[in-house]
């Protein structure tokens, strides 16, 4: 017999009273619930998000809605994502220590995690509208993604525990559906959920008539959708990262999926190519210096994580992929397996850079870094560089030498006048 | 409480009254269990399988064994792989009707299925051995690797359905992994159960002194752990099929796991070409006819392959990947997208083409193209040129043509003298 209650999404006024007999919260919050401060912050699309202060302390409070916020109930969501979003956390917390926010509580039938409040973090996304630097953010994000990339795969994982994982992970089903339409095929085709700046159309029409391209655009979603490389995040972008003047958190995982290596950290620098090419309408004198500063982000945080990749390689690659029994254990040096690995890998990464730069243009959900640009025309020139900037690394992809090459491009681009 | 009897194997003896009460077997072998014959007659590694007849007709009844066979109960087996092997025969009955054997009922306690008696077919490799024909062939495989893969996949499956798949085969743990083992790894290492004909071992050196091939035979095991394009069969070689000289059915997908679209078909004219290069030990003045025909069959079956799949992405292509919306629906051919994905099938299935020729050579599980000749000089030179011919398979994978181009390559290899 189950005597739970059912799911109820919390409010302000009802959360202490239907939270009091977590412990935790106690423990952490304080003992009188009717002390406690309770405030509704979630921006996000999905999601009820609330800070619970007390005299021991404060925790976030995340309960899943069933539907999406954005566009009203009419967009049902299941709540089992909260599921998914735990075990998400679980593990990326054992892959990279200290880089998600520690989880006191989940309640699967409220669909509803208490974990760490991150004070005085704020949406990197917003300090990058507002020109502000974050010290070490390159460093953790590309040992992040290396970590979480290797880690989660058959190069580490054994093959047992991996095929549990993508067994567990392929019940999210809703949550990846988004992004397989919204991502990968929305931008390219006229979906009533689209809108783009006024101005774009030319580009617009561009890109459905580039059929080479939108043949690159699916080989990616085949590989997104059947290739279960390792557990992503699945929505790595600048919103899913909070970070302080020198601390990074990453949160919001619950777009987990098993997927191909390279997802998390192509997605990653599209939003740093987007905050970088939306920059001129947000800066003055300090552009350059500060475009300059996004680019050197995008840079070290691939040679960092080229770098943890080629460690993690050298001391962990425990799991039935190029094991050393065919190489080191017969004298042989496996570097070439993993160049071939990285190279690979990097060929993905740069598709879903390109084609998340257009999805942010094109699609349902735009981000601020160009949507706070309240001068269309403006907008419509930063957002028409980054869009053929999108195209020319789906065409490159599978060539280009390194970061640096992608960041020349962007240099390239940044400069010319497209509309 | 479940009160069905422990799993026990099944002898000639006790199959009787132990089946009585499946009434399917009252009704199309006989009421009277005293009169029905019994034949044990597996002669696989994993099975038992009866043939089981009286005045009604007969059937089969395939039991798994707790361990492998040929290595007796030191390798012990899940029973769990019954179960893959019945919802993979289910599947394949709707991908392709009259390919597989009708199954008539299926005891997961037990691990057996009961099911369609197929005669007078025999074993396709016996038949090849023997130099004999069977009409329809290459039609028959063709159209069943096409059908496989294409509706097995998210060009034709509901994402949800395929994810709900996917997560089940992801439970066949044991089976996969003799292929992660047997097939992609031990032929290029010193494995314990590995054994080579006399006078291979500079070719053995050889293939093991070659990084650069092992990196593209790791490549292909990634491809094969980690991407789940669709149900493969998993283990479709010529003693997977039973022939008559006319009609041809699949049998034995225990193996089954989603995995790269062009596994299958790769795995298949692997065993086409070994039987082609073993003939000259088999074979008198038909020698030269004959070799023609397994290679017509390699060339007629990749082109029926590639027709039937071009042919289904036109009438059937309703899941996610390369939608009409993109191409036809924009006033688009999409026959570039189908192009791709057909030169990324291939190229993974001459890959695994060169790796099932090496690995039935090197490896614990020989065939009996080769194991048949006894004079092992002969054999020697024979499996030579079976070698080099998957290592050049390996390196020019990417860039063959077409079927033609592997059956010109394999016309130079079996005039070359190796040994």
Chains 1, 2 share one sequence.
């Not at 397989?180 to 617009?204: C, I, K, W």
């Not at 280009?400 to 090459?405: I, K, T, V």
Request: aromatic share 8%.
């Amino acid at each position: 017999m189950d005597a739970r209650p059912a799911y109820e999404a919390l409010t302000v006024e009802t959360l202490p009273d239907r939270l009091v007999t977590i412990s935790v919260l106690a423990d952490r919050v304080g003992p009188d619930p009717s002390a406690w401060t309770v405030e509704e912050v979630g921006d996000g699309n999905l999601n009820l998000v609330f800070i619970v202060g007390g005299d021991r302390g404060t925790v976030i409070v995340k309960q899943a809605l069933p539907y999406v916020r954005l566009v009203g109930d009419s967009w049902p969501l299941p709540l089992y994502r909260a599921f998914f979003e735990y075990h998400a956390l679980t593990r990326q917390a054992a892959r990279d220590p200290g880089a998600v926010p520690e989880v006191y509580h989940f309640d699967e039938t409220q669909a509803l995690i208490v974990m760490e409040y991150l004070s005085p973090h704020v949406i990197l996304r917003r300090k990058l509208i507002a020109g502000e630097r974050v010290a070490g953010l390159a460093e953790f994000l590309g040992r992040y993604c290396a970590r979480t990339s290797f880690r989660g795969s058959e190069l580490s994982m054994a093959s047992r525990d991996k095929k549990r994982d993508v067994a567990l992970f392929a019940g999210n089903v809703e949550i990846p559906a988004i992004t397989e339409a919204l991502v990968f095929t929305d931008p390219y085709r006229d979906a009533d959920m689209n809108s783009h700046t006024d101005g774009l159309e030319p580009l617009v029409a561009q890109l459905r008539a580039d059929i080479e391209l939108k043949v690159k655009v699916q080989q990616a979603l085949q590989r997104f959708v059947s290739n279960t490389e390792t557990m992503l995040h699945g929505d790595l972008h600048s919103g899913s990262i909070m970070s302080t003047d020198r601390e990074s958190r990453v949160i919001d995982p619950e777009f987990v999926q098993y997927g191909p290596m390279g997802f998390d950290v192509g997605m990653l620098c599209a939003n740093f190519l987007m905050a970088y090419f939306s920059q001129p309408a947000h800066r003055g004198e300090d552009l350059d210096e500060y475009q300059c500063w996004v680019l050197e982000v995008i840079s070290e945080l691939c040679s960092v994580f080229d770098k943890e990749f080629r460690s993690l390689w050298r001391s962990e690659r425990t799991g039935i992929l190029y094991p050393t029994v065919l190489f080191e254990d017969q004298g042989q040096d496996s570097t070439p397996a993993c160049d071939a690995v990285l190279a690979g890998l990097w060929r993905d990464a740069w598709m879903v850079c390109g084609i998340e730069m257009h999805r942010r243009c094109l699609s349902l959900a735009h981000n601020a870094d160009f949507e706070d640009i309240a001068d269309t025309t403006v907008r419509a020139r930063l957002e028409a560089r980054n869009l053929m900037m999108g195209a020319e690394l789906l065409r490159r992809a599978g060539t280009l030498e390194d970061a640096g090459a992608v960041c020349a491009m962007a240099r390239e681009f940044n400069g010319k006048d497209i509309l």
